[in-house]
């Protein structure tokens, strides 16, 4: 089984800044990329960032990019997303999903909230 769990949301003013946290655990043996998305009310869920298990090649949404960092620790199975200049827009739940070799997991969210 594996368990993926996302932190470091919260509420933040415009400008601000927040770095959330993936960690993963259980049978990651054969971890690949991971990912983060996020969903909107009313949205649908849309990719926002994605890194490679080397961490090397990173993937950006355009509405973040220069905004927004993915990087990840393998030795601790943890991704990050630095997130800084925040707009209003920026709101939404924020998950995480870890590829493995025949399958993907998705964390449970974690709000992020971003005040004008």
């Known amino acids: 089984q594996v368990r993926v769990v996302e932190s470091g949301g919260g509420l933040v003013q415009a400008g601000g800044s927040l770095r959330l946290s993936c960690a993963a655990s259980?049978?990651?043996?054969?971890?690949?990329?991971m990912g983060w998305f996020r969903q909107a009310p009313g949205k649908d869920r849309e990719f926002v960032a994605r890194?490679?298990?080397?961490?090397?090649?990173?993937y950006y949404v355009d509405s973040v990019k220069g905004r927004f960092t993915i990087s990840r620790d393998n030795a601790k199975n943890t991704v990050y997303l630095q997130m800084n200049s925040l707009k209003p827009e920026d709101t939404a739940v924020y998950y995480c999903?870890?590829?493995?070799?025949?399958?993907?997991?998705w964390g449970q969210g974690t709000q992020v909230t971003v005040s004008s």
């Open positions: 999903k870890l590829e493995l070799r025949d399958s993907s997991w």
């Open positions: 259980g049978r990651t043996e054969s971890s690949g990329a």
């Open positions: 890194i490679s298990w080397s961490g090397s090649s990173t």
